[in-house]
Structures are given as structure tokens and as C-alpha cells.
């Protein structure tokens, strides 16, 4: 099995905490589709012979996409590859791109999961966030998406906004909750390096949120999610029973994906790839025929660091049999010995006999955990 990602880099302006690669839509051509394709032709041997079982399209924002544009790229993908019967193909869209047609467009081409960037249901968050829609258009999108018989609709939310509170992140919870979405995905807002949220926040102009009050907006998220029967799979996302992010999950799994399109990465087991973060350059290329991508094969410590680094975010976990049986001794003595502290003070359990876990309660410093557990060199 194995996921095709294509990275749409173009949005209407820069939010304020995006450090994501995308430049402005005025640079969308109508040979972007083409361009795509090229792309996937070049590539396709990183993922031979694999059936694919999911599509995802993520940006930037692909909504500035048409949905004609879209089915070029759907109906391109279907010649270069075999398809699962029913493959899930999920596009991320901006509340404020859709209309109805354009969700009826989506629904004719096979689209079948949508995942909508809402970040809050409270406006003044989200111009604080440099975000163009505001609660009521992120409903009536949500409301519309239905209408047109969609029945796996995911939200992205931002919790730990500067001056919001536990009230105003239970009200976005609590409205996702009450729209019936499927799936939700909810980030910690972070202030990544030259990011204009950043410099405000180096200049004084803003200030984080107090940590406490991160940690109890997660604790809320997790309380109103597990009552409303959602399934809590991975640190920032959950799931109601049946809608569990196949694509996303495909990440967490090690399936090889083939990501196209600038700034996209791809891997197929034996060596991550990521594409130049350059609209110009890589366009260029593509029209010569050329594709530069930076390599890194995966040596047994990166790949084994990367399995605690992805599955202990996860309910799936560590297999430590499965550790034991792939990877040379070392690694799995290693393992044993460093869980043994954290074993003891709950940061880590063993469940079904030998799958390492974060408990859900010690998610929020997963990272540290995970931190302790490499093997270094
Ligand atoms: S958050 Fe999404 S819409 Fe906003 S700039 Fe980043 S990629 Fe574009």
C-alpha cells in the first residue's frame, strides 16, 4: 500500500504563525496541474508496485485549485498508478474558498474526505491568527459540506492562542463537537523561527499563552472528545469510530508515500526525499525534465529513533517484539534499559504485554519522553 501527497503551494495571503512553504495565488498557472503530473511521471519509481490507498492534497491551500484542476491531477494519478477499490482522497480546504458548486465538483471527481482550516470558532482569534474567514463562514462551509453528502468532514483547531481562555477554546471544541465532524485535528499554536506571530512576540508586542493554561486547554480538549465518543489516536488527533485518518495514519506506520510538488517529502522505506521549497525552481525543473530532491537513506538508528518518534505519539505504540525482531540487538537492549525509569514514574506503560505507550495523560510532554528514549551515536 502507499499514499500519493501533492503539496498545493499557493494561498490567498501568509497567516501569521504559518511556516509552511507557499507562496501567493497570483503564481498559480493554469499549467500547474501539468506540472504536477511531470513530476509523478519522473517519480513514480520511488514507490513501485505499490497499490495506492490514499490521496491527499495539502498546501498551502489547494481550495484555490479548481475542481477541474483537481480531476486533472485525480485522472493523471489514476493512469501512473494501480488504485485501491475506494482509496480515501482527502483535500484540505479554506472555509472561504467553497461554494456549493465547487463541494458538488469535489463529490463528482471522488473526493471523499475533507479537511476544513477552521483553527477557532472565536473571530477575534482568528484575525489574530491573519485568518480571512470568520466563525459564521467557517459554519456555513461546514453546514454546506454536508449538504452535498460528504460524511467524512475533519476540522483543524489552534488551542494555546495568546489571550484566549478556557472558555473560548471549549466553545470551538464544543462547536466542532455539535457540527458532527468526523475527525478533528487540534495543534498547539507554535512560534516557529521568522514567522510574523514570532517577531511580535520577540518585540514584546504579544505574549505566549501561560503554559498551565495550555496543558488545561488540552485536558478539556481530551475530556469533551472521549464523552463525545471520539477516539483520541495520535497527540492531535482524533477520530470517531471508522474515520480514523488513513493517510495521516499511513505517516505513523511507515507506508510509503510519494509527495509531489514544491517542499513535498516522500519516503518509500529505504530513503526519505524532499523537494526544493522554491515555486520557480521547481517548476523550472519540471519543465526540463528534471526533479532535484535531497536525499537521506535511513540507517537502523534513524529508523529506529523515528519509530519512537512517530508511534509513541500514536494509541498503535511500540511493538518491543517488533523492535526486537527488526532491529539489531543493540537497539532492543538499549530500549529496555531506558524505558525502565520512566516505566516506574508512568511516563511510559506496557499494554496487550509488549506495546510501549504514553499514557494519554503524559502527552503533553511526549516530546521530552521520546527525547530520552534515542539512540545516539
Ligand atoms: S496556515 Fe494554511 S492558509 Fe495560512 S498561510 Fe499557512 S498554508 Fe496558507
Redesign the pocket.
Known amino acids: 500500500m502507499a499514499g500519493i501527497y501533492i503539496h498545493i503551494p499557493f ?5 501569521l ?2 511556516d ?1 512553504y ?1 507562496t501567493g495565488k497570483s503564481k498559480l498557472t493554469d499549467d500547474f496541474p501539468s506540472l504536477i503530473l511531470k513530476e509523478i511521471e519522473l517519480r513514480k519509481n520511488l514507490i513501485p508496485e505499490e497499490k495506492v490507498e490514499t490521496i491527499y492534497f495539502g ?3 489547494p481550495s484555490l485549485l479548481s475542481f477541474i484542476q483537481i480531476q486533472e491531477i485525480l485522472t493523471g494519478i489514476n493512469k501512473h498508478f494501480a488504485i485501491e477499490p475506494n482509496p480515501e482522497i482527502t483535500i ?1 480546504v ?1 472555509p472561504d474558498d467553497l461554494s456549493k458548486d465547487i463541494l458538488r465538483g469535489y463529490k463528482s471527481i471522488g473526493i471523499n474526505r475533507i479537511s476544513v ?1 477552521v483553527q477557532s470558532f472565536i473571530d477575534d482569534e482568528l484575525k489574530f491568527l ?2 480571512r474567514h470568520d466563525a459564521n463562514k467557517a459554519i456555513e462551509s461546514i453546514l454546506d459540506i454536508y449538504k452535498t453528502g460528504f460524511t467524512n468532514v475533519s476540522v483543524d483547531l489552534i488551542y494555546g492562542i495568546p489571550n484566549s481562555s478556557l472558555e473560548s477554546w471549549e466553545y470551538s471544541v464544543n462547536k466542532a463537537i455539535e457540527l458532527n465532524v468526523q475527525h478533528l485535528s487540534c495543534y498547539h499554536l507554535t512560534f516557529e523561527e521568522s514567522t510574523p506571530l514570532t517577531r511580535k512576540l520577540k518585540k514584546g508586542f504579544i505574549n505566549a499563552l501561560d503554559e498551565e493554561l495550555s496543558i488545561k486547554q488540552f485536558q478539556i480538549l481530551r475530556e469533551k472528545t472521549n464523552a463525545n465518543g471520539f477516539i483520541h489516536y495520535e497527540i492531535s488527533n482524533f477520530a470517531k469510530e471508522g474515520f480514523i485518518s488513513k493517510h495521516n495514519s499511513s505517516y505513523w506506520h511507515g507506508v510509503p508515500y510519494l509527495g509531489v510538488g514544491p517542499s513535498a517529502h516522500s519516503f518509500n522505506g529505504k530513503m526519505r526525499q524532499w523537494n526544493v521549497s522554491s515555486l520557480d525552481q521547481w517548476s523550472n525543473e519540471i519543465k526540463q525534465s528534471k526533479c532535484t530532491v535531497q536525499s537521506e537513506t535511513i540507517d537502523d538508528t534513524t529508523k529506529f529513533n523515528e519509530l519512537l518518534l512517530t508511534r509513541l505519539r500514536t494509541i498503535w505504540g511500540v511493538d518491543l517484539n517488533f523492535v526486537a525482531h527488526t532491529f539489531p540487538k543493540k537497539y532492543s537492549d538499549y530500549l529496555r534499559s531506558s524505558i525502565s525509569d520512566h516505566l516506574k514514574k508512568g511516563n511510559l506503560i506496557i499494554v496487550d504485554e509488549s506495546k510501549l505507550i504514553i499514557p494519554p495523560d503524559k502527552y503533553f510532554v511526549s516530546d521530552a519522553i521520546i527525547e530520552d528514549l534515542f539512540y545516539l551515536e
Open positions: 494561498c490567498h495571503h501568509k497567516c504563525y504559518c509552511f507557499s498546501g498551502g491551500t484540505e479554506n482550516g491573519g485568518r
